[in-house]
């Protein structure tokens, strides 16, 4: 067990979030004994397995912080066992690094109450958990994700070509589905009209498609990266033998997610590579009324929610972040209109997904 592995459901650190500050180069605040911030930053220098490294500003890295201790500090902090601050560090376990370490556990808010009521970050996302649980069990994710453009792309044109086919431009859609000059409806509708005028009997005509809809104003951002990501995926095994192993896909989708990222040279959980299988797991859902994904998805999930996929969240929040955006003067009300007239939730139900999916623009 090291960082590679390293995961807090409390407060969201893993390493996947300390490698992106690292990578970013994100510099954050010093946190001191007297429970102030100062004018010093402090960075990661560098992280592996075993260790981690910070850097003040531009001065020399720290010394190297071995996991198990990082790991016992940070433990004791999120579970309350000690106060947040370099003395208290320092009185728990000798580092050398208690002001990088208190500092970056302040970034990262362990430990903490956080909103104006004192309750406990933990207490809030048990509320969430209930709120995901209970849309789980009475099946209205479904009803979130019938809104999605995907899913209406897959409905709109069931009888255009076969499924293999469909299922395959499905995908190959969630490869360039990022950096739109629009919208992801913009982005779906210009692709759902081309298909319908178009002869898809063959993977050449698929190929023909792309060219096509890459012409179009929606993927004019990156375009040519979006073109090599998909001329690198027209060239593939996995591409000409998608018929042939499509029954397969259906029995083991996890397969797909393996080989999408092998031929894409993306990792399982960059965007672009989830939204392919989101993308599958809609398909799926139109052809067979059932979702391919179900659990042991290969993205960090809380095991209290891991009956319900990512791909259920992700639906739920886009909608509402849309709906948001797009309303700000007046979001409350048309959030709850969302919910209970397109979703059909009751408006106790709406009332109390809004009150801890915005808690911070409320509070």
């Not at 993977?203 to 990501?229: G, M, Q, S, W």
């Not at 990512?310 to 909608?319: A, M, N, P, V």
Request: aromatic fraction near 14%; hydrophobic fraction near 35%; glycine fraction near 4%.
């Amino acid at each position: 067990m090291g960082f590679l592995n390293f995961y807090c459901d409390k407060c969201g650190m893993c390493f996947k979030e300390l490698e992106r500050i690292r990578r970013e180069k994100i510099m954050f605040k010093s946190w001191t004994s007297n429970k102030r911030f100062t004018s010093t930053r402090y960075g990661i220098y560098s992280i592996s397995d075993d260790e981690i490294i910070f850097i003040r500003g531009t001065s020399k890295p720290s010394w190297p912080i071995k996991y198990e201790a990082f790991k016992k500090i940070h433990d004791a902090i999120c579970n309350g066992e000690i106060e947040n601050t370099p003395r208290e560090i320092d009185k728990f376990l000798r580092t050398k690094a208690e002001c990088y370490l208190s500092s970056l556990f302040k970034y990262f808010r362990c430990g903490e109450k956080i909103n104006k009521d004192n309750k406990s970050f933990t207490s809030r996302k048990n509320k969430i958990i209930s709120i995901l649980t209970k849309l789980g069990k009475q099946n209205d994710f479904i009803k979130f994700d019938q809104f999605e453009p995907e899913y209406k792309f897959f409905l709109h044109t069931k009888n255009k070509s076969k499924k293999e086919l469909l299922c395959l431009i499905g995908v190959c859609a969630g490869i360039i589905d990022y950096q739109l000059a629009g919208n992801a409806f913009i982005f779906w509708n210009d692709l759902e009209k081309l298909v319908s005028i178009s002869k898809l009997k063959s993977l050449e005509d698929i190929k023909n498609l792309f060219n096509d809809f890459l012409n179009l104003k929606v993927n004019k951002r990156l375009n040519e990266t979006k073109r090599k990501a998909l001329n690198k995926v027209f060239n593939s095994i996995f591409f000409n033998d998608f018929k042939k192993n499509f029954s397969f896909y259906l029995k083991d989708p996890k397969k797909l997610w393996q080989e999408v990222s092998q031929v894409t040279g993306r990792k399982k959980d960059m965007k672009t590579v989830t939204i392919s299988m989101k993308i599958f797991d809609l398909f799926h859902l139109v052809y067979f009324n059932s979702y391919a994904f179900k659990e042991s998805l290969p993205i960090p999930v809380d095991i209290h929610v891991r009956n319900i996929t990512i791909f259920r969240i992700d639906s739920l929040l886009w909608q509402l972040g849309r709906t948001y955006t797009d309303n700000k003067d007046n979001w409350y009300q048309e959030v709850i209109s969302y919910l209970t007239q397109k979703i059909q939730l009751s408006y106790p139900k709406a009332k109390e997904i809004i009150n801890e999916m915005f808690w911070r623009i409320l509070k």
